[in-house]
């Protein structure tokens, strides 16, 4: 069972945090990823490099900044295969982040009970030093009409074979409803388990898709042709050093 | 006396209906599948019960029948997917197939049946769920009370906790939380929550702030139900068993507690003849046990459970005379294990009744003076009585005119319209 594990944290830090980061974070990646449990992680830039894409009526409407506004913002993630919630959350709680902000685990849906949805590459084979940018694909929570979902879904895959085409695609995935979240914080050694995402918004993360292009005006470009952008909206953020600290 | 088989299966919901829905969860992991199933047997029992007589076990009889239905179901929806749930009716069809009337039988074996029910409160209880869904969950799927029942007890429209219910499901499914009982290294963190959960059906009941008075008097029962069980199954859980004293000792006052006119009476006030000693007594075997650190609790033993020291606290009150400076220094110990201005309160009260009525006041100012309770209706009731036994008659009356203010309900008004009554004309 896979899970996208979302680093949310306020951006302050003060030194004690840091160095706590700089500390525990390698060792929790190095025992993750022995055990099996992490497949990559990456983090991104700050918040102000980051950019919302939707299209409207043809048009291409671009705005700066995350799809949330919220204390707390994300600022990394990673995928982990967990044998199930109880795994994921004490993979979480591990994580040096969660003891200062906080962790969302949310499940991947799952392509097998997907029909016509060809499964991703196992993004144990990925290559963190490909990744440029990530898209996030932010949904309203309001469904469209049944044969609209359809449409989105199989231009979704489309576009996402045109993009592995063009060599600009590393790797994605659809994530399961809100709903399913569970947001895990540690304080006092305790570990605190919330029913929902890290910050309630309307809007909420759907799904995401790494992309390797050069610049941000192409990932930019390639999300504004995603069925999504005509719908709700997709945030578009570089990595970290572009992706060179995986 | 010979029982109608209504009778017969409406016991036989009381007794079975969690065992055999955690029962068809653990076979098929479908939890719609295993209410829906569970609902059918027991419509089924009705009709063959009163024509072919009642089973001698109906537990096995309801879970086998519960259990074909399932095989039917997933038959049916196996014909497009037969390999897919193939496993799933395997497993079903390994069960017991015998429901009891063969007399040489032997019991059923419990341990399999007994699991499911201990990993279907762990799951109801995880703390992944929203607290509310754990409490609507716990009741639907443990206890059998319907969606609309649990609304009117928890005053919401039925399509809310409906919805609630759904979702609460969706995710243990689509997050994939796990039927189990907890490792023994996640149990530590987990059981209090479970303890927690059943501990606040209890008081939703008990308090009874708002709402239909039937429905509220069965979450109490659903919830000594429900700890006994967990209780039996974690026989190495003291907690478990000091929360099951702690409901029946508070429970066992309920006919006394409101008179016919639906007042409350107080503790000292009650006819003591309208208490029920088998659940007292029960409740003190509970607490003689030596496993549960009983046998009198000595003020020394700090890692002794807040449930555990609740229920000395509630043990106290139903002596004929209550020792309050035992009381005094529960509370204090509960104060160190779960400090809050409520459990102050309370120890402020068992200082006074213990003779230090100066004592228990200054606790008292000192509250009101953090401020942590304004707005607390038993704050100022508080004080008002701890005022009027050491005879500043006019302040008390004051201080019971400030809690009528604050006072939540009805018969709480009422109550304090009598003191201020009595003072007035004293």
Not at chain 1, 193 to 219: H, N, R, V, W, Y
Not at chain 2, 287 to 311: E, F, K, N, S, V
Request: hydrophobic share 45%; charged share 25%; with cysteine.
């Amino acid at each position: 069972m896979k899970y996208l594990m979302l680093i949310c944290t306020d951006g302050v830090s003060t030194p004690e945090i840091a160095a706590t980061m700089q500390e525990h974070v390698p060792s929790w990646a190095e025992e993750m990823k022995g055990r099996g449990v992490r497949r990559f992680g990456l983090a991104l830039e700050g918040l102000g490099s980051a950019r919302t894409v939707r299209v409207r009526g043809g048009e291409t409407l671009i705005a700066d900044g995350p799809f949330v506004e919220s204390k707390e913002f994300i600022g990394g993630l990673n995928v982990i295969d967990c044998e199930n919630l109880d795994e994921a959350i004490e993979v979480a709680a591990k994580h040096p982040v969660s003891w200062h902000f906080t962790i969302e685990v949310r499940p991947f849906i799952d392509y097998a009970q997907q029909p016509g949805c060809a499964p991703e590459s196992d993004p144990v084979d990925i290559d963190p030093s490909s990744a440029r940018y990530l898209l996030m694909m932010c949904l309203d929570g309001i469904p469209e009409a049944p044969e609209v979902e359809e449409r989105i879904m199989r231009d979704s895959v489309a576009w996402r074979e045109q993009v592995q085409a063009s060599g600009d695609y590393v790797y994605g995935h659809p994530i399961q409803h809100a709903n399913t979240a569970t947001s895990v914080r540690v304080r006092d050694g305790k570990t605190l388990l919330t029913d929902g995402p890290f910050t309630e918004s309307k809007e909420f993360l759907g799904g995401f898709a790494i992309l390797s292009c050069e610049t941000q005006e192409d990932a930019i470009a390639l999300a504004a042709k995603h069925p999504l952008a005509r719908f709700h909206m997709i945030e578009v953020r570089p990595f970290f050093n572009h992706g060179r600290n995986g | 006396m010979v029982a109608t088989a209504e009778q017969a299966v409406a016991a036989a919901f009381r007794d079975e209906w969690g065992r055999i829905v955690a029962t068809l969860i653990g076979r098929t992991g479908d939890w719609d599948l295993a209410e829906e199933c569970a609902q059918e047997a027991f419509a089924q029992a009705l009709t063959s019960w009163s024509r072919d007589g009642i089973p001698e076990r109906p537990g096995a009889w309801l879970t086998t029948v519960a259990g074909n239905r399932a095989i039917d179901r997933l038959r049916r929806a196996a014909r497009g997917a037969e390999l897919a749930e193939r496993a799933a009716i395997d497993q079903l069809r390994t069960q017991d197939s015998d429901y009891g009337n063969d007399p040489d039988a032997d019991e059923e074996e419990p341990d399999v049946i007994e699991d499911d029910r201990l990993r279907l409160m762990f799951t109801c209880c995880h703390p992944a769920l929203a607290l509310e869904a754990r409490v609507a969950l716990t009741l639907r799927t443990l206890a059998g009370l319907t969606t609309a029942e649990i609304a009117r007890a928890f005053l919401v429209p039925e399509p809310t906790m409906a919805k609630r219910l759904v979702r609460a499901k969706a995710k243990i499914a689509a997050a994939a939380i796990p039927y189990r009982v907890p490792p023994p290294e996640l149990l530590p963190e987990r059981t209090p929550g479970v303890l927690a959960v059943l501990y606040l059906l209890f008081n939703e009941g008990y308090s009874a702030s708002a709402g239909d008075a039937l429905i509220r008097a069965a979450l109490c029962d659903e919830a000594i139900r429900l700890v006994r069980v967990l209780a039996q199954l974690m026989p190495e859980e003291p907690e478990a068993r000091a929360l099951l004293a702690l409901m029946l000792l508070q429970h066992s006052r309920r006919d006394a507690r409101v008179d016919t006119s639906g007042d409350l009476v107080t503790l000292e006030d009650q006819d003591r003849s309208r208490w029920h000693h088998d659940e007292i007594a029960e409740a003190e075997a509970l607490l003689a046990d030596r496993g549960i650190g009983g046998g009198g609790w000595a003020g020394t033993d700090l890692t002794i459970g807040t449930y555990r020291l609740q229920a000395e606290i509630a043990s106290c009150h139903v002596q004929p005379h209550v020792e309050w400076r035992r009381v005094a220094s529960l509370y204090e110990a509960l104060e160190l294990a779960m400090p809050s201005p409520v459990v102050r309160l309370n120890r402020a009260v068992a200082v006074a009744m213990a003779g230090d009525l100066d004592g228990g006041l200054a606790l008292v100012d000192e509250l009101a003076q953090r401020g942590e309770l304004a707005g607390y209706h038993l704050l100022a009731a508080t004080r008002a009585d701890l005022l009027r036994r050491r005879g500043d008659l006019q302040e008390a009356a004051a201080e019971y005119e400030r809690a009528l203010v604050l006072a939540p309900s009805e018969t709480e008004r009422r109550f304090l319209q009598g003191r201020i009554e009595e003072l007035g004309s004293s």
